[in-house]
């Protein structure tokens, strides 16, 4: 079980609203490392709007799919930033 996979809690809504009620609730994991992002960064900041999804059928080897799923939820998504980042370094 990875990291992750540990610290899953299912809530309704319900307890949702009571716990941010009390402020018990905070989005952001108290340790997750904060980074300032300076005006040279966004000067070079680009918005990227994906084109429409198409679904498809797609052979992948067993060992491949086993691992983007053991990086916890959306291993789809996964897969096609990594497909779209191949394509854009291949493209240029």
């Known amino acids: 079980m990875n990291v992750a996979e540990e610290d ?8 949702l609203k ?4 009390r402020g018990d609730y905070t989005p ?7 980074y300032e992002l ?3 960064f966004w000067q070079k900041a680009r918005l990227v709007v994906p084109p429409g999804k198409k679904s498809v059928h ?4 067993q060992d491949v799919l ?3 799923k053991a990086q916890g939820p959306r291993h ?3 897969m096609n930033a990594v497909l779209r980042a ?3 370094a291949h493209r240029k």
Do not use: G, K, N, Q
């Open 28 to 34: 952001t994991h108290p340790d997750a490392p904060e």
């Open 76 to 78: 789809l998504t996964r």
């Open 86 to 88: 191949y394509m854009d």
């Open 66 to 68: 086993a691992w983007f």
């Open 58 to 61: 797609l052979r992948v080897d």
């Open 38 to 40: 300076d005006e040279e």
């Open 18 to 21: 009571e716990m941010v009620a």
């Open 8 to 15: 899953i809690r299912r809530y309704s809504l319900a307890e």
